[in-house]
């Protein structure tokens, strides 16, 4: 009895190896199939621990057919996109925010425009001290709710957005590395005299559609400034000095009634100025107010002046209509006139005046034989 058992035992020991004699490769198979219980085939780094995806279970496949796997969730907040061809952008606009999300250190550019957002609280950007742009317009950002050094450590700061909201006063300090500042459409009532103090790379300034009254001598330190946007304000004189490097001033649509003497020469760069819709009458200019050499285009329209003001003979385009205008003086335009001595104007516009066309002196088409357009 003992020895039919042990020849059954023999015989089924034999049928089990035989088993794998026909497979070389059992052991390699019997490990794969201990290892598929905690092997995760959607996991693009198995011998690795891995955070939970941010997109969703269902884009995780897609990660595990050598694209690259998704960026951490801290990489991102879950309110924005970081999109992964422009890894130093991120966009959370028009996302009904009412408050601003952390910002990862990477990040280059920010936009934040057209939510709901209130305030700018302090330190929220520490974190991203690299960053180049930021976009805030759009939201109801109040002056008595942004930090006092919220934009200090910005070294690298270069276009700030911060126009179409309910600020009241100049935003600051801001870092000196800013090129471009927009302030534009808020409730901005003046300009302190240090309010941009240091700003010596800024080449852009929109101040326009504010409350501004004054705004004292606080451009003057601005040497690399190229246009001012003062436009739509309540602005009753001209900023006390230009800078040098100036090229486009607008102040149209304030209370302007009143330009010094020379007042252009110290912006030798200026090409375009716009005061049309304000005050000026000619008792309020001086002789040479306008006669800058630089100027190409000067806009005076909509205002109360009842002669023409002198101009620079390199003047281009001169706009006039909507004045009291009653009389044609070539001498605005030239003093001599003679072959060698004429002005380059090319558009003049007089229409909606008190002068007629019959009052046009004979020797107009000689001073003025550049100009295409005549309006009267």
């Known amino acids: 009895m003992q020895r039919l058992s042990l020849l059954l035992l023999v015989g089924l020991c034999s049928l089990s190896w035989a088993q794998y004699d026909e497979d070389p ?44 796997p998704p960026p951490e969730p801290r990489d991102c907040p879950q309110e924005c996109d970081c999109p992964p061809n422009f890894p130093t952008a991120m966009y959370c606009d028009n996302r009904n925010l009412k408050y601003l999300p952390f910002v990862p250190s990477r990040m280059k550019y920010v936009y934040f425009q057209n939510n709901q957002i209130t305030s700018i609280q302090e330190g929220v950007f520490d974190n991203a001290t690299g960053l180049l742009w930021i976009a805030l317009h759009g939201n109801q950002i109040t002056s008595d709710k942004v ?11 270069e276009r700030l957005y911060l126009d179409h909201n309910n600020l009241t006063r100049m935003p600051g300090p801001l870092p000196r590395s800013l090129r471009e500042l927009h302030l534009d459409h808020n409730q901005i009532s003046r300009v302190p005299n240090n309010a941009l103090e240091g700003l010596e790379n800024l080449t852009a300034l929109y101040l326009h559609h504010n409350e501004i009254q004054e705004v004292g001598s606080s451009m003057r330190g601005l040497r690399s ?13 001209v900023p006390d000095g230009l800078p040098t490097a100036l090229e486009q001033l607008y102040l149209e649509h304030n209370n302007v009634y009143t330009v010094p003497d020379s007042y252009f020469r110290g912006s030798p760069k200026l090409l375009y100025v716009r005061l049309s819709h304000n005050s000026l009458t000619n008792s309020g200019l001086a002789t040479n107010s306008f006669n800058a050499s630089s100027l190409l285009e000067l806009d005076l329209s ?75």
């Not at 930090?147 to 700061?157: N, T």
């Open 147 to 157: 930090g006092r050094k919220v934009f200090s450590k910005l070294r690298h700061l």
């Open 25 to 68: 490769h059992w052991w390699f198979q019997y490990l794969r199939s201990q290892q598929s219980t905690y092997y995760d085939p959607y996991d693009p780094y198995p011998y690795e621990p891995s955070e939970p995806y941010p997109y969703g279970v269902e884009e995780g496949p897609a990660y595990a057919y050598g694209s690259l």
């Open 302 to 376: 909509y205002n109360q002046l009842q002669k023409i003001p002198p101009v620079s003979t390199n003047l281009e385009n001169l706009y006039l209509q909507g004045n009291r205008i009653n009389e044609f003086s070539i001498s605005s335009f030239c003093t001599v006139v003679d072959v060698m001595n004429f002005s380059k104007l090319q558009v003049l516009r007089l229409d909606g005046n008190e002068i007629q066309r019959s009052a046009m002196p004979v020797d107009a088409p000689l001073c003025l034989r550049l100009a295409s357009l005549i309006e009267i």
């Open 225 to 237: 400034l190229i246009l001012l946007d003062l436009s739509y304000n309540h602005l009753r004189r």
